[in-house]
Nanobody
Framework: QVQLVESGGGLAQAGASLRLACAASGRTVSSYTVAWFRQAPGKEREFVAGISRSGGSIKYAAFVKGRFTISRDNAQNTVYLQMNSLNSEDTAVYYC?????????????????WGQGTQVTVSS
């Protein structure tokens, strides 16, 4: 049974950085296209960034605006989301999701595996 476990969330001040990690167990993460989503209180879950199974395709939401970088380390079986220049609007629970599809989708319904989420809170 494949499991995804997120880590790296926490409390940060506006302008600071955090790095989230999504570790896969049970199967190598290189078998999956992986995406990060986030959900703020009272809002729908939204796509943040995704990296294809091959690593050859990376997509970001418009609001990332060059502040976030997604990467994968197959040796560590982990996908990372480096978040810089955080602001209060980035406050949310961040989830990683995975699917065996070869393409990055911004639709959460396209992903069959989900982690439990990690809270990111940015204070202004």
């Amino acid at each position: 049974q494949v499991q995804l476990v997120e880590s790296g969330g926490g409390l940060a001040q506006a302008g600071a950085s955090l790095r989230l990690a999504c570790a896969a167990s049970g199967r190598t993460v290189s078998s999956y296209t992986v995406a990060w989503f986030r959900q703020a209180p009272g809002k729908e879950r939204e796509f943040v960034a995704g990296i294809s199974r091959s690593g050859g395709s990376i997509k970001y939401a418009a609001f990332v605006k060059g502040r976030f970088t997604i990467s994968r380390d197959n040796a560590q079986n982990t996908v990372y989301l480096q978040m810089n220049s955080l602001n209060s609007e980035d406050t949310a629970v961040y989830y990683c999701a995975a699917d065996t599809t070869a393409y990055v989708s911004n639709n959460p319904d396209a992903y069959i595996l989900w982690g439990q989420g990690t809270q990111v809170t940015v204070s202004s």
